[in-house]
């Protein structure tokens, strides 16, 4: 069968600039994908690379787009997808045409509330409490770290009984500084766990870490596709991983994969559009096993409303996710 393949690239600046490990990230570039079939059948697709991660980067997926042209086969788009990355997760999503229904057993799912970095998290808290979260994150390893621990007690005072509390390191330590931390999390139940506390690839000081100390860690960077999960599996990886599915590729693999140990898993968004929101969210929906919180709460990103996903709140319900209309994303962008 032969498909109807368009593409839109756009460019959208964050409504505030994102501070990430390689500096400053003021805008996202990225693409939509629309697929028909000789049916009338459309799907929609999103390719939302993070600059520095892996699964590939926008300009080869724009070259792989360009070899697959504008009529291909179904069979050149799904070999495509199952090659997995950004392009693979755009793909895949594309050839599953659009429905209004989210198919799953479950009415709402868990999410965790992004603290702000340095003492504003401590405002920042309240709010989010107030507003009936009770699974928070922080990223740490921006500042001093006794200042840091010490902001972190006040955190933690400040959570009632049954919160959680998910510390993000993006890598950043090395093992003293993540000896030191874990050291310190010890005898802080408080804390979920530790996210990517050092470097992605090296796997023996993670698993040493892991083995040392009581408290979960999480691995991010370490497991951006199929093959990095696989491996980490294979070595017996205790902890969480936190799955970003716009990075991975095509979304059923990722419920195949990953579906069976979805209580060690964390679904969290790659600060896609509402295009790739839609299925990124579908997908928790349907992994009957998740446990953990969300890692979506990251909307509003944009300035244009009808790009952003589902409103960062305590709990996301499957009808905001089944109200987001990839036909009509299609349409905001410009060509
Ligand atoms: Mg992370």
């Known amino acids: ?25 003021a805008e996202r570039e990225g693409m939509v994908v629309r697929v028909e079939d000789e049916h009338g ?18 300009a080869e997926a724009t070259e792989a787009l360009a070899r697959l042209g504008r009529q291909p086969s179904w069979d050149e788009v799904s070999t495509m997808a199952s090659q997995g990355g950004v392009l693979g997760f755009a793909l895949g999503s594309a050839l599953e045409a659009s429905t209004e229904d989210v198919a799953s057993e479950r009415e709402y799912l868990a999410v965790a509330a992004l603290l702000p970095a340095g003492r504003s998290a401590l405002a920042g808290v309240e709010t989010k409490l107030e507003l009936g979260f009770r699974t928070f994150k922080w990223k740490v390893g921006v500042d001093d770290e006794r200042a840091e621990q010490g902001l972190l007690d006040e955190i933690m005072e400040r959570l009632p009984e049954g919160a959680r509390l998910r510390l993000d390191a993006n890598g950043g330590w090395d093992r003293r500084q993540a000896e030191r931390w874990l050291g310190f999390c010890a005898d802080r139940p408080m804390i979920e766990f530790v996210e990517q506390p050092t470097d992605p690839g090296n796997v023996d000081l993670l698993l040493g870490l892991v083995e040392d100390y009581p408290t979960t860690l999480a691995l991010d960077e370490s497991v951006v596709g199929r093959a990095d999960f696989e491996r980490w599996q294979g070595m017996g990886w205790p902890g969480v991983f936190v799955i970003k599915p716009a990075l991975w590729g095509d979304p059923q693999d990722v419920l195949d994969v990953v579906g069976p140990v979805a209580p060690q898993v964390v679904i969290s968004s790659a600060l896609e559009t509402a295009c790739g929101a839609r299925r990124v969210l579908e997908l928790a929906f349907a992994m009957p096993g998740l446990e953990r919180a969300l890692g979506t709460g990251v909307w509003p990103l944009f300035a244009p409303s009808r790009l952003n996903g589902p409103t960062a709140l305590p709990f996301l319900r499957k009808t905001e996710v089944e109200a987001i209309n990839a036909e009509e994303i299609w349409e905001a962008l410009e060509t």
């Open 1 to 25: 069968m032969r498909l109807s393949l368009n593409h839109k690239p756009y460019r959208l600046p964050f409504r505030q600039p994102m501070r990430t490990a390689h500096g400053v990230w």
């Open 41 to 58: 059948r459309v799907g929609f697709g999103e390719i939302a690379p993070i600059p520095g991660w892996g699964g590939g980067t926008l």
